[in-house]
């Protein structure tokens, strides 16, 4: 096997690691498990999506922010748009709601 088809193997059993503490409302290990995903692939948009579901759901609002923003830079989806406006009604930051499209 090479190396690429292992880092892919490895990253695999990672997500799914992080998705069982995650189904067990262990948002804080889930989101451990995650940032060694997200630290070795930075170009992958589901990373980035997912970084930020993890900390919003952590109470790490502008922390998720950041991750949602991110993640729309490399789409169209509408996921980080609504993880954007979630964060900001969190936030209390009415204002920046009203000028988002």
Do not use: V
């Not at 490895?10 to 799914?16: A, G, P, S, T, V």
């Not at 630290?39 to 919003?56: P, Q, V």
């Not at 952590?58 to 998720?64: P, T």
């Not at 991750?67 to 980080?80: H, I, L, N, R, S």
């Amino acid at each position: 096997m090479n190396s690429m088809a292992s880092q892919s193997i490895l990253r695999e059993q990672r997500w799914e690691k992080s998705c069982r503490a995650e189904r067990r409302g262990d948002y804080a290990t889930a989101f451990e498990i995650h940032q060694t995903i997200l630290a070795e692939d930075t170009t992958s948009y589901g990373a980035w999506l997912r970084a930020g579901w993890l900390s919003y759901q952590l109470g790490n609002y502008e922390e998720s922010l950041r991750f949602y923003e991110q993640a729309g830079t490399m789409t169209k989806d509408e996921w980080p748009k609504y993880g954007i406006k979630n964060c900001r009604i969190a936030l209390g930051d009415t204002d920046a709601l009203g000028k988002m499209t």
